[in-house]
């Protein structure tokens, strides 16, 4: 039993690591977003639509920098420079972010709950990211070991 388990880990090692680091950047976007909230605003219940553009940046920048570092090396063990995966690293983090602002217009249009549209457009953006991650940014091919 704990042989067939150690198998199929071995054999899903990325997606389960790429799922850890997903719920870890999740968390470090959040608290960083809300530790500006609370430095530059005052931490507000209601923030204005100015504050909710800084959080908004903050929590995507930490988001997408967490992201890329925790994925290079944990998930897709990448050893390609680092100024050939980041631009595109970067791109492909503004293309789901695409993605999540169209389907939350477009439910919005069609009326659909909130927490339903959160919920659809955040599976949309994991899988996209995953994909766009695997497939551009850290491709398994050229092996350079230079930073």
């Known amino acids: 039993m704990t042989e067939k388990i150690k198998g199929l880990m071995k054999k899903y090692e990325e997606m389960i690591s790429y799922l850890v680091v997903g719920v870890l950047?999740?968390?470090?976007s959040w608290v960083a977003m809300y530790l500006a909230s609370w430095l530059l605003f005052?931490?507000?219940?209601?923030p204005t639509p100015f504050e909710n553009a800084v959080m908004s940046s903050v929590n995507w920048v930490a988001g997408v920098t967490f992201a890329y570092?925790?994925?290079?090396?944990?998930?897709?063990k990448s050893h390609e420079p680092m100024l050939r995966e980041i631009p595109k690293f970067v791109l492909s983090r503004v293309s789901t972010f695409i993605l999540d602002l169209a389907v939350r217009q477009l439910f919005g249009m069609l009326g659909i709950n909130t927490y339903i549209t959160t919920f659809v457009s955040a599976v949309l953006v994991f899988i996209g990211n995953?994909?766009?991650?695997?497939?551009?940014?850290?491709?398994?091919?050229n092996k350079v070991n230079t930073v």
């Open 25 to 28: 950047t999740t968390l470090v």
């Open 42 to 46: 005052g931490n507000p219940l209601h």
């Open 69 to 76: 570092f925790t994925n290079r090396r944990f998930v897709f």
């Open 130 to 141: 995953y994909v766009l991650s695997k497939l551009l940014v850290f491709r398994k091919g």
